[in-house]
């Protein structure tokens, strides 16, 4: 069943590559974004479909999708990024830039989700690693709710 629906994504990003160059602590930065998108149940997977347009015009289309407490986010525009997020566990994804692939490490601390055909919340907090080194330290909360039409 494809449904519209209304989808809010807090972000919190703590970029450990500010702390070698400064030498403190790096600041956490979050951001909130309001999308349009769709929900697909199918049987035990559900999937969120939603297009980002980012402030310098960069656009990219979303994936989320949860099946047995797993999670993967794909991002399809000028950067590619495919995550998967396994609670208490770490996986190897890519990025690609269009120039080169870059292999990171995402290492998932926790996953919650309790979405479903009414709406609901998925929280994941993890870290990714570049070469061996921890990079970020990122929280994500995609808050869905239905919705009378998306684009």
Same mark, same amino acid.
């Given at each position: 069943?494809?449904?519209? @629906? #209304?989808?809010?994504?807090?972000?919190?990003?703590?970029?450990?590559?500010?702390?070698?160059?400064?030498?403190? /602590?790096? #600041? +956490?930065?979050?951001?909130?974004? !309001?999308?349009?998108?769709?929900?697909?149940?199918?049987? #035990?997977?559900?999937?969120?479909?939603?297009?980002?347009?980012?402030?310098?015009?960069?656009? +990219? &289309?979303?994936? @989320?999708? $949860? *099946?047995?407490?797993? +999670?993967? /986010?794909?991002?399809?525009?000028?950067?590619?990024?495919?995550?998967?997020?396994?609670?208490?566990? &770490?996986?190897?994804?890519? %990025?690609?830039?269009?120039?080169?692939?870059?292999?990171?490490?995402?290492?998932? *601390?926790? $996953?919650?989700?309790?979405?479903?055909?009414?709406?609901?919340?998925?929280? /994941?907090?993890?870290? /990714? #690693?570049?070469?061996? !080194?921890?990079?970020?330290?990122?929280?994500? %909360?995609?808050?869905? %709710?239905?919705?009378? &039409?998306?684009?």
């Amino acid at each position: 069943m494809k449904m519209p @629906v #209304e989808i809010m994504v807090t972000n919190k990003k703590l970029n450990y590559r500010d702390m070698c160059v400064a030498g403190d /602590i790096p #600041e +956490a930065h979050e951001s909130t974004e !309001n999308y349009n998108g769709f929900m697909v149940i199918n049987g #035990e997977k559900l999937s969120l479909d939603y297009d980002e347009v980012f402030d310098d015009g960069i656009t +990219a &289309s979303t994936s @989320v999708m $949860l *099946q047995n407490g797993i +999670a993967l /986010i794909s991002h399809r525009g000028e950067i590619n990024t495919n995550l998967v997020f396994l609670p208490g566990d &770490s996986c190897d994804c890519v %990025c690609n830039n269009g120039y080169r692939t870059m292999n990171l490490r995402v290492n998932t *601390q926790s $996953l919650k989700s309790n979405i479903g055909p009414l709406g609901g919340k998925l929280k /994941i907090d993890y870290t /990714i #690693e570049i070469m061996g !080194n921890v990079a970020e330290k990122n929280s994500i %909360c995609v808050s869905v %709710c239905p919705s009378d &039409s998306a684009s």
